[in-house]
């Protein structure tokens, strides 16, 4: 099985920047970053296409983040910026099966999740 490993998380404040890393050991048809805060249920971020064609954002992300991937390195980006505590979390990335991408910002259809990075985002 495939396996993720997330970089790049970090303790910043209110409205700096991270970017976060997910390496890969192999192409991947669909991909994306969820984050699960203490007591609450992991959400969908963002997400892309294979071709990165096109690309989907939560609302409360929509303007702050940007999901990019480099696919000579098998590795998906996320760009934050703007951060606010609310973003503080665990940020998974996430990879399925091309099906995946029929509702990309499910979490049902991805089957392979890496070990998580920790954001803390402090006021």
């Known amino acids: 099985q495939v396996q993720l490993v997330e970089s790049g998380g970090d303790s910043v404040q209110a409205g700096g920047s991270l970017r976060l890393a997910c390496a890969g050991e192999?192409?991947?048809?669909?991909m994306g970053w969820f984050r699960q805060a203490p007591g609450k249920e992991r959400e969908p971020v963002a997400a892309?296409?294979?071709?990165?064609?096109?690309?989907f954002y939560t609302d409360s992300v929509k303007g702050r983040f940007t999901i990019s991937r480099d696919s000579a390195k098998n590795t998906l980006y996320l760009q934050m910026t703007g951060l606010k505590p609310e973003d503080t979390a665990m940020y998974y990335c996430?990879?399925?099966?091309?099906?995946?991408?029929?509702?990309?910002?499910?979490?049902?259809?991805?089957?392979?999740w890496g070990q998580g990075t920790q954001v803390t985002v402090s006021s």
């Open positions: 892309m296409y294979p071709g990165g064609t096109e690309t």
């Open positions: 192999r192409y991947i048809d669909c």
């Open positions: 996430a990879a399925g099966p091309g099906s995946a991408c029929v509702r990309p910002l499910s979490i049902a259809g991805y089957n392979v």
